[in-house]
């Protein structure tokens, strides 16, 4: 679809039996003085210089509309633009759209902070609602069972690595030996987690922990 335009018209004053061409609407000749006008570099009888919607006469109207050379009434075009799914109110000039919702720019933000998401990545919950990635992360992701915060990605990367144990969930960094501290990593040798009762810890913890049992 083309984009709207305001246009103007105006009449065709000269000597009655010309002919000054063919009506862009009937396809009949515009013949006489004040029987035509020029609108859009088109000719139309006056009685066929009409909104497609309303058919009110747009003969010597201020502004009207067209759309794909189609003029519309100030009110019809109006009505026949989408309106904005967050405020209600019509969208007049730039859309942006989102999950195949029509937003104006200045309503297109996270729900949470209500920065503007305009140009930037955004993501949408279950909810159908749109959030930056950074609420959505600190909403929806998984917390680590050591730290407790949101296990995201860092500023500027859009992927992070979650350590699953015992039905918990770590960061990396927090993944370590509950007694002695040792950064955990079942690819790194040595380093593996050896679980007792529950608790995370690595093989010479695990092995201290059940000489101390058998005592």
Do not use: W
């Amino acid at each position: 679809m083309s984009s709207p335009i305001a246009g103007t018209s105006g009449n065709l004053n000269t000597v009655d039996d010309v002919c000054f061409g063919n009506c862009s609407r009937c396809g009949e000749e515009v013949i006489g003085e004040g029987m035509g006008c020029t609108a859009m570099g088109q000719v139309f009888h006056i009685s066929c210089f009409t909104c497609r919607v309303c058919e009110c006469s747009l003969n010597g109207k201020q502004f009207f509309y067209h759309v794909d050379g189609k003029p519309y009434c100030e009110y019809d075009y109006l009505t026949r633009l989408e309106k904005c799914c967050v405020c209600g109110e019509t969208v007049t000039e730039r859309i942006l759209r989102a999950n195949g919702k029509p937003y104006h720019p200045t309503c297109f933000k996270c729900l949470v902070c209500g920065k503007s998401l305009e140009g930037i990545q955004f993501t949408i919950d279950a909810g159908n609602r749109i959030l930056c990635l950074e609420d959505f992360h600190q909403k929806f992701a998984p917390r680590c069972s050591v730290c407790k915060r949101p296990i995201m990605p860092k500023p500027g990367r859009e992927e992070t690595i979650r350590v699953v144990a015992l039905d918990r969930s770590f960061h990396q960094d927090c993944y370590r030996c509950e007694d002695c501290g040792l950064l955990l990593s079942s690819e790194a040798e040595g380093r593996g987690c050896y679980p007792l009762d529950d608790h995370v810890l690595c093989k010479n913890c695990n092995a201290m922990r059940v000489r101390n049992i058998k005592i």
